[in-house]
C-alpha cells in the first residue's frame, strides 16, 4: 500500500470516527447504492428458428437461456454500477446433411452454447448528464442491438447520454462489439469486414419529440479509414378524430468508406431513402412504404439490425439500386376483448437490384410476413403470469431471376419471461 494511500484511508477512517453525523450518512448512502435503489432482472428466453430453402440443408434449432443483470442505485446521487450476463443453450440442434443448427444464429457454429459478460460499467452522473464507461447496452438508431435471436449486441464504449433543453443526444467512442451470436469482442473494424484493422468508432446521435405527435432523430458515426454514416428522419402524427390517426414518416442515410479505404481497397459510397404512411382506425392498422437504396454500393449495417422501413422478417431489401414497396395491416384484438394479442401482415415487393462492382442483374423478391404477438401484461391473469410474452413469426421469400423461382420459407416461435426485484426505495 502506498504512503499516500495509506495516510488517505488513516485520515478518512479518523474523520469518520469524530463525525458520527458522517458516518451515518455514509451508511445511508452505501444501504441505498446497494439495496434501496438496487434492481436485478431475470430474463427468460426460448427460441425456435426453421428455414428451409429448396435445397438442404434446413437451418433449425431450439435454444434456451436469457440473461441476468444487476444495477446499483446511485451513490451520493453521482456513481452507479451494473453488470449483465447472457448465455444461450442449446435444446435441439442437429448436426446433419439434411438439417443444422448452423445459419440460426441462434448458437455459435456447430451448436455450441455459451456464457457472456455482456454489460459491466461504471455510470457517473452531474445534473442527469451520465458518462457510462466500459460494457453496455447501446441503442442509438444504425449502432443498437439487433436483438432478434437469443441474446442482444452489446458494446464496449465509453459516452455521454443526457439531454440539453428538449434535445436528448448521445456522444462517445464505441471501441468493440459482442454480436448476437458470438461470446467475445472484436473492435468495430473487423466487426464491419476490414481485415488486419483495428479501429474503434466515434459515434453521435440527437432527438427531439417523437413520432406520437413528431419527431426528428439523427446520427453519424466515422470508423477511421473503414467507414462512415450518417442517417435522419422526421416522423409525425396527424389526428384526424378519436379513431383515426395518421403518421407519416421519412427517412434518410448516406453511407461510404473513409480515409484509406481499408474495407474493400477503394472508395465508394451509396444512399438510402424512404417514406412511410400508417393509418391507425381503431384496432386496425394500414401501411405502406417504399425504400431506395443509390446504385453505387449495397448499403451496409455491421453494428446493428437495418432500420430502414421496409427491412423484413428474412430480407432487407438494402442491395445496390434497389427499390421495394410494402403493404400491411394490422388488427389489435383488444378491440374484442383479447387484450395483448395483435396481428400483423404484410407483402413487400424488391426490384433492380444490382451486383455495384459489375452491374449484374439480382434477383426480383417478394416477401410474405404474417406476425402473431401475445403479451399476458394487460390480461386478468396472477401477477406470475403477466411477464409472459409469446410471438410466432412466419415469412414466406421467391425470389425471381431469369424465368426461375428461388423460394425460402422461415418460422420463428420466441418466448420471453422477465423478473424484476427492485429495491424498496426504488419501487415506489
Same mark, same amino acid.
Given at each position: 500500500?502506498?504512503?499516500?494511500?495509506?495516510?488517505? +484511508?488513516?485520515?478518512? +477512517?479518523?474523520?469518520?470516527? =469524530?463525525s458520527?453525523?458522517?458516518?451515518?450518512?455514509l451508511?445511508?448512502?452505501?444501504?441505498?447504492?446497494?439495496y434501496?435503489?438496487?434492481q436485478?432482472?431475470v430474463?427468460?428466453?426460448s427460441?425456435?428458428?426453421?428455414?428451409?430453402?429448396?435445397r438442404p440443408?434446413?437451418?433449425?434449432?431450439?435454444a434456451?437461456?436469457?440473461w441476468?443483470?444487476l444495477?446499483s442505485?446511485?451513490?451520493y446521487?453521482t456513481?452507479?454500477v451494473?453488470?449483465?450476463g447472457?448465455?444461450?443453450?442449446?435444446?435441439w440442434?442437429?448436426?446433419?446433411?439434411?438439417?443444422?443448427s448452423n445459419?440460426?444464429?441462434?448458437?455459435k457454429?456447430?451448436?455450441?452454447g455459451?456464457f457472456?459478460l455482456?454489460q459491466?460499467?461504471?455510470?457517473v452522473?452531474?445534473q442527469d448528464?451520465?458518462?457510462?464507461a466500459? $460494457?453496455?447496452?447501446?441503442?442509438?438508431?444504425?449502432?443498437?442491438?439487433?436483438?432478434?435471436?437469443?441474446?442482444p449486441?452489446?458494446?464496449?464504449a465509453?459516452?455521454?447520454?443526457?439531454?440539453?433543453?428538449?434535445?436528448r443526444?448521445?456522444?462517445?467512442?464505441?471501441a468493440?462489439?459482442?454480436r448476437?451470436?458470438?461470446?467475445?469482442f472484436?473492435?468495430?473494424?473487423e466487426?464491419a469486414?476490414?481485415?488486419?484493422?483495428?479501429?474503434?468508432?466515434? +459515434?453521435g446521435t440527437?432527438?427531439?419529440?417523437?413520432?406520437?405527435?413528431?419527431?426528428?432523430r439523427?446520427?453519424?458515426?466515422?470508423?477511421?479509414?473503414?467507414l462512415?454514416s450518417s442517417?435522419?428522419?422526421?416522423a409525425?402524427?396527424v389526428?384526424?378524430?378519436?379513431?383515426?390517426?395518421l403518421?407519416?414518416? =421519412?427517412?434518410?442515410?448516406?453511407?461510404?468508406?473513409?480515409? =484509406?479505404?481499408r +474495407?474493400?481497397g $477503394?472508395p465508394?459510397?451509396?444512399f438510402w431513402?424512404?417514406?412511410?404512411?400508417? =393509418?391507425?382506425?381503431g384496432p386496425?392498422l394500414?401501411?405502406?412504404a417504399?425504400?431506395?437504396i443509390?446504385?453505387?454500393?449495397?448499403?451496409?449495417s455491421?453494428y446493428g439490425?437495418?432500420?430502414?422501413?421496409?427491412? $423484413?422478417q428474412v430480407?432487407d431489401f438494402?442491395?445496390?439500386?434497389?427499390?421495394?414497396?410494402?403493404?400491411a395491416?394490422?388488427?389489435?384484438f383488444?378491440g374484442?376483448g383479447?387484450?395483448?394479442?395483435?396481428?400483423t401482415?404484410?407483402a413487400?415487393?424488391?426490384?433492380?437490384?444490382?451486383?455495384?462492382e459489375?452491374?449484374? $442483374?439480382?434477383p426480383?423478391?417478394w416477401e410474405y410476413d404474417?406476425?402473431l404477438?401475445?403479451?399476458?401484461?394487460?390480461?386478468p391473469?396472477?401477477d406470475?403470469?403477466k411477464p409472459?410474452?409469446?410471438?410466432?413469426?412466419v415469412?414466406?421469400?421467391?425470389?425471381?431471376l431469369?424465368?426461375?423461382?428461388?423460394?425460402?420459407?422461415?418460422y420463428?416461435?420466441?418466448?420471453?419471461y422477465?423478473?424484476?426485484?427492485?429495491?424498496p426505495?426504488?419501487?415506489r
Open positions: 500500500m502506498s504512503g499516500v494511500f495509506r495516510h488517505g +484511508l488513516v485520515a478518512a +477512517l479518523t474523520f469518520l470516527a =469524530a458520527p453525523v458522517a458516518a451515518q450518512d451508511k445511508s448512502e452505501l444501504q441505498r447504492f446497494l434501496d435503489e438496487a436485478a432482472t430474463h427468460l428466453r427460441y425456435y428458428f426453421d428455414r428451409t430453402g429448396q440443408p434446413k437451418n433449425v434449432a431450439l434456451g437461456g436469457g441476468i443483470g444495477q442505485g446511485w451513490f446521487d456513481v452507479q451494473g453488470a449483465v447472457y448465455t444461450t443453450q442449446p435444446l440442434a442437429p448436426e446433419g446433411r439434411s438439417e443444422t445459419g440460426t444464429r441462434l448458437l457454429h456447430d451448436g455450441y455459451f457472456t455482456g459491466a460499467f461504471a455510470s452522473r452531474w448528464q451520465v458518462f457510462t466500459y $460494457r453496455q447496452h447501446i441503442d442509438e438508431l444504425e449502432v443498437n442491438p439487433r436483438d432478434n435471436r437469443m441474446i449486441q452489446t458494446f464496449e465509453y459516452a455521454m447520454r443526457g439531454a440539453v433543453g428538449p434535445v443526444y448521445f456522444g462517445g467512442y464505441v468493440a462489439i459482442k448476437r451470436d458470438e461470446s467475445e472484436i473492435n468495430m473494424a466487426a469486414g476490414a481485415r488486419d484493422v483495428n479501429a474503434g468508432m466515434l +459515434l440527437l432527438r427531439y419529440g417523437n413520432a406520437d405527435t413528431f419527431g426528428v439523427a446520427g453519424s458515426y466515422v470508423v477511421p479509414d473503414v462512415w442517417y435522419g428522419d422526421v409525425g402524427t389526428t384526424i378524430d378519436d379513431d383515426f390517426k403518421q407519416l414518416a =421519412a427517412q434518410l442515410g448516406v453511407q461510404g468508406s473513409d480515409g =484509406a479505404h +474495407l474493400t $477503394r465508394f459510397s451509396t431513402a424512404g417514406g412511410q404512411a400508417t =393509418a391507425l382506425w386496425f394500414v401501411r405502406v417504399y425504400q431506395q443509390g446504385t453505387a454500393a449495397r448499403w451496409r455491421p439490425i437495418f432500420i430502414g422501413y421496409n427491412k $423484413r430480407v438494402d442491395q445496390a439500386g434497389e427499390r421495394s414497396w410494402q403493404a395491416a394490422g388488427y389489435d383488444a374484442v383479447l387484450n395483448g394479442l395483435r396481428f401482415a404484410s413487400t415487393y424488391g426490384a433492380d437490384a444490382i451486383t455495384a459489375t452491374g449484374a $442483374r439480382l426480383e423478391v404474417l406476425d404477438q401475445f403479451g399476458a401484461e394487460r390480461l391473469l396472477p406470475l403470469l409472459l410474452n409469446l410471438r410466432g413469426r415469412a414466406f421469400v421467391d425470389r425471381y431469369n424465368g426461375t423461382v428461388t423460394s425460402t420459407t422461415e420463428r416461435v420466441i418466448m420471453n422477465t423478473v424484476t426485484w427492485q429495491g426505495r426504488r419501487s
